[in-house]
């Protein structure tokens, strides 16, 4: 079994600042891209920000130069440093990744996490 589990969310005021993490726990061979999502109330679920296992990194134009995500692959984890935030990055923020679970097949499967509340607002 793989679990995603997300933490960091919370209020914070416009213009201020978080942190979310995920940690990446299971059976696992290796991870392949790490992906932060988020979705506010009435709209689809969009792509914030992904880096793959090498370190190469892409941005929504909504949160380039203000969001930073970065990976451990020692430790199974990815961030999302969030700074300048705006009331429009208000949603739940989903961690997301693509995971070989045995070093015997080239099979990746995506998994979700279960998200984590942002709110930006004074």
């Known amino acids: 079994q793989v679990q995603l589990v997300e933490s960091g969310g919370g209020l914070v005021q416009p213009g201020g600042s978080l942190r979310l993490s995920c940690v990446v726990s299971g059976t696992i061979f290796s991870i392949d891209s790490m992906s932060w999502y988020r979705q506010s109330p009435g709209k689809q679920r969009q792509l914030v920000a992904t880096?793959?296992?090498?370190?190469?990194?892409n941005y929504a134009d909504s949160v380039e130069g203000r969001f930073t995500i970065s990976r451990d692959n020692s430790k199974n984890t990815v961030d999302l440093q969030m700074n300048s935030l705006k009331p429009e990055d208000t949603a739940v923020y989903y961690c997301n990744a693509d995971i070989r679970r045995s070093r015997w097949n080239n099979r990746v499967t995506n998994y979700w996490g279960q998200g984590t509340q942002v709110t930006v607002s004074s």
């Open positions: 880096i793959t296992i090498n370190g190469r990194v």
